[in-house]
C-alpha cells in the first residue's frame, strides 16, 4: 500500500434540515457569535436587520434566523433577495464546471462602467442598489454577500456603518456547518499565533505540492507594516502589498504611501479558484508581475489575451508597466469548512468555488491589481481597464517566513497544516470546549492522486480536476 506525506481525503456529513428545530440551535449560537465571517452577533436591542439572500434561500434556516435574533434583541431580521433588490429578470443558477470564467467576470469590471461593485450572477451594480433601498428604509444592520467585507463597506458609502458580515446561509449546508460556531477565543488565539511570526520575517517562501514555488524578501519595515495591517478576521491577509493597501488594511492606511511591493519570483500553480475548476496552470512570476502563463485551458487563453491587451498599462503607485501583478494570497482561518457539494453545479453564489477556500490551510493566491486610493479608479476609467483580480487555490501548501537576524526558517502553515494548533497552549485553550483533538483537525481534506491518494496526479487529475471529482462522486468517495 502506498503511503503519503499529506493526510487522507476526508469530508464531513450534514442532513438536510425538515423542520425549524432542526435549525434553531446552530442559528442561535450564530446570533450570539462575534468572530469571523459569518458572526451575526452581538445583537443589540431594537436592532433593525437586513439580510440580502439569494433566490434558493432554504426557508427553515431564514425562520430559524429571525427567531434567534428577535431572541436576542432584535426588532425585526428582514429577508430580500439580491435578484428582486436588482431588479433583475430570473437568473441562471451557475456552476463550478466554469471555472475559466472567473477570468471573463474581471474582464467585465470595467472601470468605465458603473459605479461601484457589479453583482457576478446578474451583471448589475449591486452598490447603487443597496444604496437606494437603505435610502428608503430604516435598518441599523446589514448582511449581504460570500466575501469582499472591505469593499462591501466601500460600496455602501454613507450606509457602510451598517454593514456587519457577510450573509453564506441561503444554503443549508453551510449553515450547518461547524466551522461557523467554531470557540471565538480559540479561533481569536490561533489567528494572533498566525500573525505574530508575519512582523518578525526577512524573507518568505511558498511551495505547494502542485507546483507552486514563490520567494521574496523583506526589510524589517515592510514586515512590520504588513503584520499591523494584516488581521481580517477568518480572513488573513498573508500577502504584503495586499495587507498595505489602502482599500483593504485593518487600520486606516493613507492613499498616499504606497503598498508594499515584494519582489515576487516563481511559480503558482493550480488547478481551482473562486468560481470552479480548470485544467492545471501554471503562473510564471517575475518581481511581483506575471510574465508568462502556461496551461490552464479556456482559463490560461483568458489570462494571456489581456496580458497582452494591457501589457503597457502603468497602475498608480505601482513599480512598472503591467496588468497582472502579484496582490493576493489570503489565508482563511475556518478549521471546520469544507467543500460545499449540495449546490456545486446549481449555486446563487457567483463564485461557487468559494466555500473550499474558507478552511483553514488553504491559501487563495491571486493577480492583477489592487485599489489604492483615488488616482487608481481614475486611471482605470481614463484608460478603460477592468479593476480587480483573479485566484488560484492551493491545497497543501507550506508557508514559512526566514527570521529576521537569524537563519532560521519557520513554517506557519505545513502542507496545509496550521502549526500553531500544535502548541500546548492552544490546546489547553480547546479542552474548555471540547475534545482539542476533534477541535484541532480539519473535517474536509480534498483528494490530490499522487499526492494524498492514489492515482497519478498528472495523468488522473491534472488534465480533468472536475472529472476526476465527479468520478469519486459516482464512486461514492470524499471529495
Known amino acids: 500500500m502506498a503511503v503519503y506525506n499529506y493526510p487522507s481525503p476526508r469530508n464531513p456529513s450534514y442532513k438536510k434540515p425538515t423542520s425549524i428545530e432542526d435549525c434553531l440551535p446552530q442559528a442561535r449560537l450564530l446570533a450570539k457569535k462575534q468572530h469571523g465571517r459569518a458572526a451575526m452577533g452581538p445583537v ?23 427567531q434567534a435574533l428577535k431572541e436576542e434583541g432584535a426588532e425585526n431580521a428582514d429577508f430580500i433577495d439580491l435578484v428582486q433588490l436588482l431588479g433583475a429578470k430570473e437568473v441562471k443558477p451557475v456552476s463550478v464546471e466554469d471555472g475559466w470564467k472567473e477570468v471573463e467576470m474581471l474582464k467585465q469590471n470595467m472601470a468605465s462602467g458603473a459605479v461601484g461593485r457589479r453583482d457576478g450572477l446578474t451583471g448589475m451594480d449591486m452598490g447603487a442598489a443597496l444604496r437606494k433601498y437603505l435610502d428608503g428604509h430604516l435598518y441599523t444592520g446589514l448582511f449581504v454577500a460570500a466575501g469582499g467585507r472591505p469593499q462591501m463597506i466601500r460600496l455602501l458609502q454613507n450606509h457602510g456603518s451598517k454593514f456587519k458580515n457577510n450573509w453564506l446561509f441561503n444554503n443549508w449546508e453551510e449553515f450547518l456547518s461547524k466551522a461557523w460556531v467554531y470557540p471565538d477565543e480559540l479561533s481569536v488565539e490561533i489567528e494572533r499565533r498566525l500573525l ?124 512598472d508597466k503591467g496588468y497582472f501583478w502579484f496582490c493576493d494570497c489570503a489565508l482563511c482561518t475556518t478549521v471546520k469548512s469544507f467543500r460545499r457539494t449540495s449546490d456545486m453545479f446549481n449555486s446563487y453564489w457567483a463564485m461557487p468555488n468559494t466555500p473550499e477556500r474558507n478552511r483553514a490551510g488553504i491559501f ?40 529576521q537576524g537569524a537563519e532560521y526558517w519557520y513554517k506557519i502553515v505545513d502542507k496545509g497544516w496550521f502549526t500553531c494548533m500544535d502548541d500546548p497552549e492552544i490546546r489547553a485553550i480547546a479542552v474548555k470546549y471540547g475534545d482539542p483533538d476533534e477541535l484541532l483537525s480539519y473535517d474536509w481534506v480534498p483528494p490530490l492522486p499522487g499526492i494524498n491518494c492514489e492515482g497519478d496526479y498528472f495523468k488522473d487529475y491534472a488534465p480533468d480536476p472536475l472529472g476526476y471529482l465527479k468520478k469519486r462522486m459516482k464512486e461514492n468517495k470524499p471529495i
Not at 493577480?367 to 483573479?390: F, T, V, W
Request: charged share 25%; aromatic share 12%; with cysteine.
Open 364 to 403: 487563495h493566491m491571486g493577480m492583477g491589481s489592487r485599489k489604492h486610493g483615488d488616482e487608481y479608479g481614475k486611471y482605470a476609467k481614463e484608460h478603460d481597464l477592468p479593476m480587480g483580480h483573479i485566484h488560484i487555490h492551493n491545497y497543501f501548501a507550506t508557508f514559512e517566513v526566514k527570521v
Open 196 to 319: 505574530e511570526a508575519l512582523g518578525k520575517a526577512s524573507a518568505v517562501k511558498i511551495t505547494d505540492p502542485e507546483g507552486t514555488h514563490l520567494e521574496y524578501t523583506l526589510t524589517a519595515e515592510e514586515a512590520k507594516r504588513w503584520q499591523m495591517t494584516a488581521g481580517r478576521s477568518g480572513h488573513l491577509y498573508f500577502c504584503p502589498h495586499q495587507s498595505t493597501t489602502e482599500g483593504c488594511a485593518v487600520i486606516p492606511v493613507s492613499p498616499k504611501v504606497p503598498p508594499v511591493f515584494p519582489d515576487y519570483n516563481g511559480v503558482l500553480a493550480g488547478t481551482a479558484n473562486h468560481k470552479g475548476f480548470f485544467p492545471r496552470i501554471e503562473l510564471y512570476f517575475e518581481h511581483g508581475r506575471l510574465v508568462e502563463v502556461k496551461g490552464g485551458g479556456k482559463y490560461g487563453d483568458g489570462i494571456r489575451e489581456m496580458m497582452d491587451r494591457y501589457k503597457d498599462a502603468q497602475w498608480p503607485f505601482y513599480p
Open 44 to 66: 443589540k436591542k431594537g436592532d433593525k436587520l437586513l439580510i440580502v439572500t439569494y433566490p434558493d434561500q432554504d426557508e427553515y434556516v431564514k425562520e430559524a434566523i429571525t
